[in-house]
């Protein structure tokens, strides 16, 4: 009979009980993602209370105390003041993109003088909105007027470039019907969805009181006592395996915190400082504040999370620029601030704040976030970073040296 020993049972018995406590954890999402949320507040937030502790003389829960009061005047702040500015210009964004709403009497897809329509800003004017009025140029036929047709033909001869207009006309307004048509049904649908799930309504209205209740009071309890349970953890670490576990934890801690308390630093400051200065950019060069520059400053910093990704958010700004004729001067102040703050000062506060810590590539970050969350949620999201740091951690500490050593092993002389 073959003998098991006792180290293999506690490693499948750990084993076991750690997957049957994700499971539970996973099927519970309501209650333990609050609590997960706490857990990642509580990492984040640790070493400020440290630093209050031993440079301030502050006692640990007058520390505590502190850093909620913080966080609640940042976020009574940002309730009054930031929120609604970024729901307002996104708003205004979305109006002057498609154009106030209309009652279309005669069915022909545009309005005409006479149909009731939602005067959004007050001026007892129709406001068609950019996509309307690229429409109304693009009907226009093959003239000076029709920018698409100008287009083509400063590369084709006019035969080719009236078919490329016209094909792209029938091919912009078949998109305009399928979002019509959308655009009729899906608020339909959700108003009915909304009326006939109470449910579902009610159901969200629990995980809101879940997140509000647990995650103050569990963020309370992990800052009080977040050392005593990495003492309790790494206690019951059986003392042959204790300073290679401690060793690949201590990589797999600086990888994360590196992450969370270094990245999301970093996509803030680029946040802050594109916002303020897309705003200040026109006034600058003697214009008007840049439209919905706050919305596309913020979402900057918000897309920094991948270094280059955040070209995403400025690409519309420019847009919005070209729609309003700014001046030379206009572009050239807003792409000196884009560089400034993605180009320039991303890498200089990468560099000072998470050293050479983070060796998670940014790319990665950014695809097991979206698969995490795709595959489990919010919960997903929570452990997407964890997980892809540990398993990076573990394949180096525990796998790659085995491969190493494989790879350089000599063959054997032949007999």
Same mark, same amino acid.
């Given at each position: 009979?073959?003998?098991? $020993?006792?180290?293999?049972?506690? &490693?499948?018995?750990?084993?076991?009980?750690?997957?049957? *406590?994700?499971?539970?954890?996973?099927?519970?999402?309501?209650?333990?993602?609050?609590?997960?949320?706490?857990?990642?507040?509580?990492?984040?937030?640790?070493?400020?209370?440290?630093?209050?502790?031993?440079?301030?003389?502050?006692?640990?829960?007058?520390?505590?105390?502190?850093?909620?009061?913080?966080?609640?005047?940042?976020?009574?702040?940002?309730?009054?003041?930031?929120?609604?500015?970024?729901?307002?210009?996104?708003?205004?964004?979305?109006?002057?993109? *498609?154009?106030?709403?209309?009652?279309?009497?005669?069915?022909?897809?545009?309005?005409?003088?006479?149909?009731?329509?939602?005067?959004?800003?007050?001026?007892?004017?129709?406001?068609?909105?950019?996509?309307?009025?690229?429409?109304?140029?693009?009907?226009?036929?093959? *003239?000076?007027?029709?920018?698409?047709?100008?287009?083509?033909?400063?590369?084709?001869?006019?035969?080719?470039?009236?078919?490329?207009?016209?094909?792209?006309?029938?091919?912009?307004?078949?998109?305009?019907?399928?979002?019509?048509?959308?655009?009729?049904?899906?608020?339909?649908?959700? /108003?009915?969805?909304?009326?006939?799930? $109470?449910?579902?309504? /009610?159901?969200?209205?629990?995980?809101?009181?879940?997140?509000?209740?647990?995650?103050?009071? $569990?963020?309370?309890?992990?800052?009080?006592?977040?050392?005593?349970?990495?003492?309790?953890?790494?206690?019951?670490?059986?003392?042959?395996?204790?300073?290679?576990?401690?060793? &690949?934890?201590?990589?797999?801690?600086?990888?994360?915190?590196?992450?969370?308390?270094?990245?999301?630093?970093?996509?803030?400051? @680029?946040?802050?400082?594109?916002?303020?200065?897309?705003?200040?950019?026109?006034?600058? @060069?003697?214009?008007?504040?840049?439209?919905?520059?706050?919305?596309?400053?913020?979402?900057?910093?918000?897309?920094?999370?991948?270094?280059?990704?955040?070209?995403?958010?400025?690409?519309?700004?420019?847009?919005?620029?070209?729609?309003?004729?700014?001046?030379?001067?206009?572009? &050239?102040?807003?792409?000196?601030?884009?560089?400034?703050?993605?180009?320039?000062?991303?890498?200089?506060?990468?560099?000072?704040?998470?050293?050479?810590?983070?060796?998670?590539?940014?790319? *990665?970050?950014?695809?097991?976030?979206?698969?995490?969350?795709?595959?489990?949620?919010?919960?997903?999201?929570?452990?997407?970073?964890?997980?892809?740091?540990?398993?990076?951690?573990?394949?180096?500490?525990?796998?790659?040296?085995?491969? &190493?050593?494989?790879?350089?092993?000599?063959?054997?002389?032949?007999?």
């Amino acid at each position: 009979m073959l003998a098991v $020993s006792k180290r293999t049972i506690h &490693i499948v018995l750990l084993t076991f009980t750690v997957i049957l *406590t994700l499971l539970v954890m996973y099927s519970l999402q309501v209650i333990f993602n609050p609590v997960l949320l706490a857990l990642a507040l509580a990492y984040i937030l640790n070493p400020v209370v440290q630093f209050l502790e031993k440079k301030l003389r502050f006692s640990r829960k007058v520390a505590i105390g502190f850093i909620y009061v913080v966080f609640i005047l940042i976020g009574v702040f940002c309730v009054m003041f930031i929120l609604p500015q970024l729901y307002g210009e996104g708003k205004r964004m979305l109006q002057e993109i *498609t154009g106030e709403a209309f009652v279309d009497l005669d069915g022909n897809g545009v309005w005409d003088e006479g149909e009731p329509f939602t005067d959004s800003n007050e001026n007892k004017v129709y406001d068609a909105g950019y996509i309307n009025k690229f429409w109304a140029r693009i009907q226009t036929g093959n *003239t000076e007027d029709n920018p698409v047709y100008m287009f083509f033909s400063k590369f084709m001869n006019e035969k080719s470039a009236i078919e490329w207009s016209d094909n792209f006309a029938k091919q912009f307004k078949d998109a305009m019907d399928v979002l019509a048509e959308l655009s009729g049904t899906i608020v339909p649908r959700t /108003i009915d969805a909304v009326l006939s799930s $109470s449910r579902a309504g /009610i159901e969200n209205v629990y995980t809101l009181c879940m997140y509000l209740i647990l995650t103050p009071i $569990s963020l309370a309890v992990f800052l009080n006592s977040l050392d005593s349970i990495w003492n309790v953890f790494t206690r019951y670490i059986p003392s042959q395996m204790r300073p290679k576990t401690l060793t &690949i934890l201590s990589a797999i801690d600086k990888m994360t915190s590196a992450f969370f308390r270094g990245r999301f630093l970093v996509c803030a400051a @680029v946040g802050i400082f594109t916002a303020i200065g897309f705003h200040l950019a026109g006034p600058i @060069v003697g214009g008007e504040p840049m439209k919905y520059g706050l919305l596309f400053g913020v979402l900057v910093g918000v897309f920094s999370i991948v270094p280059f990704l955040n070209i995403v958010a400025f690409i519309p700004a420019m847009i919005i620029l070209w729609i309003h004729d700014a001046s030379l001067a206009y572009y &050239i102040a807003m792409i000196v601030v884009y560089i400034l703050g993605a180009q320039i000062l991303d890498p200089i506060l990468s560099s000072f704040i998470l050293g050479k810590e983070l060796s998670l590539h940014p790319l *990665t970050v950014f695809i097991s976030l979206f698969a995490c969350g795709a595959l489990f949620g919010f919960f997903g999201l929570l452990l997407a970073v964890p997980i892809v740091a540990s398993v990076k951690i573990l394949f180096r500490e525990l796998v790659l040296p085995g491969l &190493i050593d494989l790879a350089d092993e000599k063959p054997k002389a032949p007999e």
